[in-house]
Structure formats: structure tokens, C-alpha cells
């Protein structure tokens, strides 16, 4: 019937429909260039729990400094393949989570696992959430009840948000640019009490990725309605009682502000063996989280790359090796140790036994790889990654590219092959708190960067 109107006026009715709702738009519709849904909830917990991040922590939260939020951008590009973003003020969150997540999202609208990117900020003043660092808690029936009540709530809480942006597409362009910050400091490399005289006398060693990526959002009406930032570093900042978002956080909240109807988003980089220093007052992260909004700001109000309308979207898992993978009399010598967090490991692993279970000799690692308009790069690694990983990547892919951290699956450091000849928290000793049977293999870096490599390939790079 539509043929027999002129092209004007067909495209008066089309549009007219489309007002009304009866033509509803479909995931996978064709647009003219990008479009962008956004939204937020609020995720700071209404009850006393445990926070997370600090082994040394003996009661729960009494109070919010900042509020912790998820943050969900949907992108689609003008063939209309989507990509949703989905950023989470929690120290991390595992495979059991985010896979729930990412499920009732593929089945409610139909998108595939590559599709979906979940990052967490990693701030020490949230919630311990599911099975993440659960065997570092000495925990009552009763706390581990409202962490499992509250993980619930979370999930339910993240789908909403993320159906909420998905409902919500509106015309945008997409431009990216790279700035820099550097309040960052190799951890294992710089004394933390001698971290202000080293910086001063320009002395500070190790790796460090000072790179500040920004993705920026503007609406038909040329105004900022999005903001998607990056930093490799802890958020550490803040160690007590008090939920917050840690300098993330407050770098959002400045943005925010300086850009009314905005959004601002976090990523963490891949900041593992990097900590804000010197930290503990809640005026540090404050103004770390100022210094930051400023380079984000400095970015947004310079010669911007505009991205074609263009996404590419891809997952994949590679199995890593443990080192070794303990019996069960190893598990039982474990049990003797003096090592509180030795002993609660083992008796996990003992109590899998005892239910019939297995203790693996690998575990999936995740990673994703995204590609903008053909020229921008963001990949998004799974668990805690040390900075020589981001270095490596920018080497041998190019600088513009964007590498993250903290994605997917938060289930242990993944440390290089540096760090694990040389060991050390990030290279063995954390292992215990994430609850893992051993040390990755001495193969770890290889492999993760084997998987980089067949994604960089998989979308054209």
C-alpha cells in the first residue's frame, strides 16, 4: 500500500509509525550511522554487607561516601550490529555472574556472548559479590546470607540497566582520542613511603601505562551525552568502612558536572602491579579522581577521531594451565599450614572433592576484542593484568589501542612471564585469596597473547 504514496510521503508515514510504535526498530536494523542508549542504577548496597578488596577488614560497611552505580552504553553501528558496555562500581565480579548476566541478555534480545563487555572498577570500598575472593572471608551464616542476597539483587539490577540502554537508541557520533595522567606508580617496583621523594627527584621505576583512552558520545544536538574513560591503575585510594567508587568514582562525578546530561562511564586498564601512591586519605582520592577528569576534559576539548559507524565484536576463552594441581593429600598438608588463607583454600578444594567434584587443571580465560570504524581497537581482558600486557599490546597492534582489564571474569592476577619467573604477590601469592588450586603455568603470557592474537585476526587488524 506504502507504493502508492510519493517518497515524501511515504517517509512522513514511516516516520509517523515509528513515533507511534508501530514500527518498532529490531536489534539488527539498518540506521544511517551510529546510536547510542545509555543508562544507570543505583548498586550501593542498602544493608550492611562485607566490602571487598582488603583480607585485613573485620566488619562490614556502616556508611556511603559515594554511591556505587552500574552504567550501561549501547552502541549500534550502521548495520545495525550492537554492542553493550557494562561498567560496575565493584572490586570484580566472577564467571558465575557475569555469565548469568550475559545469558538472560542473549536470550531476552537475541545477542551473542561478543556483544557484551562487563568491567568492573575495581574499587576496594564495595561489596564482595558471588564467589569472588570468597575464600579470603572468614564469614557467619548470616553474612554470607546477605552477599548472596545481595548478588541476586545485582544481577537483576545489571540486566535492567542494560535492557534499559538497549531500549534507548538515539542518533550520536562517536569520536575517540588519548590523553594522559600520571599519578600511577609501579608498585613493585617503588617503596611506597619512598614514592613522593622518587617522583620529585624523577626516579621512579617499572612499567606504567599513563595512557587516559576517551570515547566520546555526542547527540544530534552536538552536545556531549557520553563519556567512556580509561586508567591502568588500582583503586586503592580508600581502605576503610565506607562504600565508595574510589577515585574512579569521583572522576565521573566531576565529569558529570562539567558536562550536564552526561554520562560518564570507567574502564579500568589492565593497573594490577600499579596503585595510586600515596593513598589512605579519603582528600587523595579526591584528587586523583580530579586529576583524571581533567585529562579526560583536556581530550574532549581537543581534535577528536571521529569513528565511521562501523563494529566489529568478538570473544574468545583459552584455557590456562595451572603450575601444579594439589591431591588430596597435598590439599590435607595445606589444612596444617599456619596460614589461615592457606587453610580455607584447601578446604574448599577438599569440600569439591567431597561432593564429587574435580579439581581443574586449566581455566577459561576470556577475552574480547572490538573494533571502531576500522581504526580503533578496544580489548578487554578478564582477571587482574599486570601493565606489561597493555604495553605489549600497544607494540605489536599499535598505540591507539585501547586495553582493559578487569573484564568478564575477575578470577585472579594474570601476571607476565617477568613477574611470574620472579613471583610475588602478583606473580604466585594471590592465588590463595582468589581461591585458585595453584600458579598459573610458566606458559601464562604466551598464551594469553596467543588468544590476543587469533582475535586481532578474527576482525581484520
Not at 568492573?120 to 564467589?131: A, C, D, I, Q, R
Not at 617503588?190 to 621523594?197: A, F, R, S
Not at 565511521?308 to 570473544?315: D, E
Request: proline content about 5%; glycine content about 10%.
Amino acid at each position: 500500500m506504502m507504493a502508492r504514496f510519493s517518497p515524501f510521503v511515504r517517509f512522513c508515514l514511516l516516520g509517523l509509525l515509528g513515533s507511534l510504535g508501530f514500527l518498532p526498530q529490531a536489534m539488527g536494523q539498518k540506521v544511517d550511522g551510529w546510536q547510542v542508549g545509555m543508562a544507570r542504577k543505583l548498586i550501593t548496597p542498602s544493608e550492611p554487607i562485607w566490602m571487598s578488596g582488603y583480607a585485613s577488614r573485620n566488619r562490614p560497611a556502616d556508611s556511603t561516601r559515594t554511591d556505587l552505580w552500574v552504567k550501561a552504553m549501547a552502541l549500534k553501528d550502521r548495520d545495525g550490529h550492537v554492542g553493550l558496555i557494562l561498567s560496575l562500581d565493584l572490586v570484580g565480579i566472577g564467571a558465575e555472574v557475569s555469565g548469568s548476566i550475559c545469558q538472560a541478555l542473549m536470550s531476552a534480545r537475541g545477542l551473542d556472548r561478543s556483544q557484551i563487555l562487563i568491567n568492573s572498577s575495581h574499587t576496594h570500598t564495595g561489596p564482595v559479590v558471588g564467589n569472588n575472593l570468597r575464600t579470603m572471608y572468614f564469614l557467619s551464616d548470616e553474612a554470607n546470607e546477605k552477599i548472596d542476597n545481595y548478588t541476586r539483587r545485582l544481577s537483576a539490577t545489571v540486566v535492567a540497566c542494560a535492557e534499559e540502554a538497549l531500549s534507548s537508541f538515539e542518533p550520536a557520533r562517536v569520536s575517540f582520542g588519548t590523553g594522559q595522567s600520571r599519578f600511577g606508580v609501579n608498585r613493585r617496583n617503588n617503596p611506597e613511603m619512598l614514592v613522593p621523594k622518587l617522583r620529585f627527584e624523577g626516579q621512579l621505576k617499572g612499567p606504567v601505562d599513563y595512557s587516559v583512552p576517551v570515547l566520546r558520545i555526542t547527540g544530534s544536538d552536538d552536545r556531549t551525552v557520553g563519556i567512556l574513560f580509561g586508567y591502568a591503575c588500582h583503586a586503592t585510594t580508600l581502605s576503610d568502612y565506607q562504600w565508595s567508587g574510589d577515585y574512579p568514582g569521583y572522576a565521573q562525578l566531576f565529569l558529570e558536572g562539567r558536562y550536564p546530561g552526561a554520562m560518564a562511564q570507567f574502564v579500568a586498564g589492565c593497573g594490577a602491579d600499579i596503585n595510586p601512591i600515596p593513598r589512605r586519605k579519603p582528600e587523595l582520592a579526591v584528587s586523583y579522581g580530579a586529576a583524571l577528569a581533567d585529562s579526560v576534559h583536556a581530550v574532549l576539548g581537543g581534535v577528536m577521531e571521529e569513528m565511521a559507524p562501523k563494529l566489529v565484536t568478538q570473544y574468545g576463552l583459552k584455557d590456562l594451565g595451572f603450575d601444579q594441581v594439589p591431591d588430596r593429600e597435598a590439599l590435607e598438608k595445606q589444612i596444617a599450614s599456619k596460614d589461615r588463607y592457606i587453610q580455607s583454600r584447601a578446604r574448599h578444594w577438599i569440600a569439591v572433592l567431597e561432593r564429587g567434584g574435580k579439581i581443574p587443571s586449566t581455566y577459561p580465560y576470556p577475552v574480547s576484542w572490538w573494533r571502531f570504524g576500522g581504526e580503533m581497537d578496544l580489548i578487554a581482558m578478564g582477571g587482574e593484568v599486570v601493565v606489561e600486557y597493555a604495553l605489549a599490546i600497544k607494540r605489536q597492534f599499535g598505540g591507539s589501542s585501547w586495553v582493559a582489564g578487569y573484564s568478564h571474569d575477575v578470577m585472579a592476577y594474570i601476571p607476565s612471564q617477568r613477574i611470574w619467573r620472579e613471583g610475588g604477590y602478583e606473580g604466585a601469592t594471590s592465588m590463595i585469596y582468589y581461591g585458585q588450586p595453584d600458579r598459573w603455568s610458566d606458559t601464562v603470557e604466551q598464551d594469553v597473547l596467543e588468544l590476543i592474537a587469533d582475535l586481532g585476526r578474527s576482525v581484520g587488524h
